[in-house]
């Protein structure tokens, strides 16, 4: 089968996003859905490596008042370090290398082509496993735990649980096609990941693993389709959106709604990608600083960094990131995302089946208590951390494997 690279020929089919034949904006029939799926490559054109240098040498930077940091939000002397090094000291195809080392495909599911990586184990015993990243991340935010779930027999964990891992990237992310048409969200990402899963690799069960806006399209997987899902594993709940009617809450509870609340300021991004997400896009998707700044204040801010994001995150870590979403031109539409589920939610009820909770005490959003998730999901296993952040996979890839292996070998 001949393997798909990424080129600008190949990124321009994947921005129009739809079959031959179809019409924008229109949802396609059940019949009309295609699931073709073939191999994948990463190549980034060495023409878009060169306009990406020459913009950074010529980024107009704007004033700082001194010694004020990060207090105003992205410091400028460390954008100016990271912005130096990604034009001059980054080197892409040393990373694409490794990237390119892992199984990558593309499947074509009712007008857009899905990207991710299938990386099956030898083990006969192993159970299917969906790992769904967010914003501002990417599928590389699931690579070092990979080996440690598909092969725990050589990474330290002989005996343990193995599992079948699928990394998908979500819709409008990376190297999965931009959406030309309104209304996808998470029940439309859901649905087709469930074909994804279900349909062309064959899983007939499965269990899913969510970051951030994976979290919630893993929900609307397993509120959909629970036949299929063995079990949700998630890691945070943010804010108390999710109860329908306010109940007699807990001392613990009040505190956390007391908590979620008072960061009220640190969503204002979010506002942003919900209300005017095009407005945003013109600047992120024309200039590396500015795209730059508003990623990875986020990773710096979310993530347990102490206030030094490399204590986390390298550099080479942060613009592998940055890469993928200045190569495809995919900052637009990520955000575009947040617009479409704030208008279309998805299925709404408690989460029946079997649901695994990492709570991570160092993440920016504040921890839910136990009582509150039981709310929400059929919770199984709770595990609270004061370790690793909003990243989880990226800063605690061991303990996420340990947890997983944990969570799912009882079911």
Do not use: C
Not at 206 to 212: H, K, M, N, Q, T
Not at 355 to 375: I, Y
């Amino acid at each position: 089968m001949k393997r798909r690279e990424f080129n600008l020929h190949t990124f321009n089919l994947l921005r129009a996003g739809a079959l031959a034949g179809a019409t924008s904006g229109a949802p396609l029939a059940a019949q009309e859905t295609t699931t073709m799926s073939e191999p994948f490559s990463i190549h980034i054109p060495d023409a878009v490596i060169g306009d990406l240098k020459q913009r950074i040498n010529n980024t107009r930077w704007p004033d700082q008042i001194p010694g004020s940091g990060w207090d105003y939000g992205t410091d400028t002397a460390y954008l100016r370090e990271l912005l130096a090094y990604w034009a001059d000291g980054f080197d892409w195809r040393a990373v694409e290398a490794r990237l390119n080392s892992f199984p990558h495909y593309q499947a074509e599911i009712d007008r857009l082509r899905i990207h991710y990586i299938h990386a099956p184990s030898a083990r006969d015993d192993a159970l299917p496993l969906l790992l769904l990243h967010g914003w501002p991340s990417s599928f590389v935010q699931m690579l070092d735990v990979l080996p440690l779930l598909n092969d725990p027999d050589n990474h330290g964990a002989p005996g343990a649980p193995a599992f079948h891992v699928v990394v998908a990237s979500l819709p409008g992310y990376g190297f999965s096609s931009l959406p030309d048409f309104r209304g996808v969200g998470f029940p439309q990402t859901a649905a087709r990941l469930t074909t994804l899963m279900h349909d062309i690799l064959g899983y007939q069960r499965y269990g899913l693993r969510g970051s951030d806006l994976g979290a919630n399209t893993s929900v609307q997987m397993a509120l959909a389709h629970p036949e299929q899902v063995a079990g949700v594993h998630l890691s945070g709940i943010i804010g108390a959106l999710g109860v329908s009617e306010p109940p007699r809450f807990t001392a613990a509870e009040q505190d956390f709604i007391k908590a979620s609340a008072a960061i009220e300021g640190e969503i204002a991004y979010a506002r942003m990608h919900m209300s005017k997400p095009q407005t945003l896009g013109q600047a992120l998707n024309d200039s590396p600083a500015g795209l730059a700044a508003w990623i990875i204040e986020k990773f710096r801010a979310w993530g347990d960094t102490g206030g030094d994001i490399e204590f986390r995150f390298s550099k080479d870590d942060l613009l592998t990131n940055l890469m993928i979403y200045w190569a495809t031109g995919t900052i637009n539409s990520s955000v575009r995302m947040y617009y479409e589920f704030v208008r279309d939610r998805g299925l709404t009820g408690k989460v029946e089946v079997p649901v695994g909770m990492l709570m991570s005490h160092k993440d920016l959003f504040p921890p839910a208590p136990r009582e509150f998730g039981e709310r929400l999901y059929n919770v199984q296993r709770w595990t609270d951390t004061h370790v690793g952040g909003h990243f989880l996979e990226w800063e605690e890839p061991a303990l996420v494997a340990s947890e997983l292996r944990a969570f799912f070998g009882t079911l």
